[in-house]
């Protein structure tokens, strides 16, 4: 089955620790995105990846870092820098940067700072 | 600023009725429109696109009304069945949505029986 899978399902982090959100797509898609979102809120872009080894900030990327060394994987560092780190965590993936097609999203990752 | 707003937060319809969910944007370099279905803790399910060359985009119960002079789309549901309770996320992009998507906060739909 195609899809995106993105793990762990819950995450636990003491403060001042940096964590990995994975993300990983058997679409065969060429762009693929990180979103969070926070109660009562719409999502909100990270960052964005059209194609492997090329990445760009989105809107707030602020103690975030990706990498994007293979097609198939876009990895979410969170690091000790995020303020507010605790959020519903999106990847999401489209088949062509190209305009006009819609993105698909993973099942998410829910972060919790203790 | 919130360039995409969805200003019902929540929206309660009976069975059968029709559901109509409203968007708002403010930027004019938005082209490409999309409506998404979530669940709680769960990633969002594409429903529904239009890009701003269109006015109108069916398929199926769901059709997207684009009125670009008013800036303003909606999202009609006809007719509302107990499986289209979920929280809907307006979304948009320019440049087609290579760069990311925009946002709305999302409207509550319950359907009563």
């Known amino acids: 089955d195609g899809g995106i899978t993105q793990s762990p399902k819950y995450l636990f982090r003491k403060e001042g620790q940096n964590v990995t959100l994975s993300c990983e797509q058997n679409?065969?898609?060429?762009?693929m995105y990180w979103y969070r979102q926070d109660p009562g809120q719409g999502l909100r872009l990270i960052y964005y990846?059209?194609?492997?080894?090329?990445?760009q900030k989105g809107d707030i990327a602020e103690g975030y870092s990706v990498s994007r060394e293979k097609k198939e994987s876009f990895p979410l560092t969170v690091t000790s820098a995020q303020k507010n780190p605790t959020a519903f965590y999106l990847c999401?993936?489209?088949?062509?940067?190209?305009?006009?097609?819609?993105?698909?999203f993973g099942p998410g990752t829910r972060l919790t700072v203790l | 600023d919130q360039q995409v707003k969805q200003n019902s937060p929540s929206l309660s319809v009976q069975e059968g009725r029709i559901s109509i969910l409203n968007c708002d944007y403010t930027?004019?370099?938005?082209?490409?429109f999309l409506w998404y279905k979530k669940y709680p803790a769960e990633g969002p399910t594409f429903l529904i696109s239009?890009?701003?060359?269109?006015d109108k985009n069916e398929d199926g119960r769901f059709t997207v009304f684009l009125n670009k002079s008013a800036k303003h789309l909606s999202l009609h549901i006809v007719p509302s069945q107990p499986g289209d309770s979920a929280v809907y996320f307006c979304?948009?992009?320019?440049?087609?949505?290579?760069?990311?998507?925009?946002f709305g906060k999302g409207t509550h739909l319950i359907i009563q029986p």
């Open positions: 999401a993936s489209t088949t062509d940067p190209s305009p006009y097609n819609e993105q698909f």
């Open positions: 679409l065969n898609h060429d762009a």
């Open positions: 990846s059209q194609i492997v080894n090329d990445f």
């Open positions: 930027n004019s370099m938005f082209d490409y």
């Open positions: 239009i890009s701003s060359i269109k």
């Open positions: 979304a948009a992009s320019s440049g087609g949505g290579a760069d990311g998507l925009t």
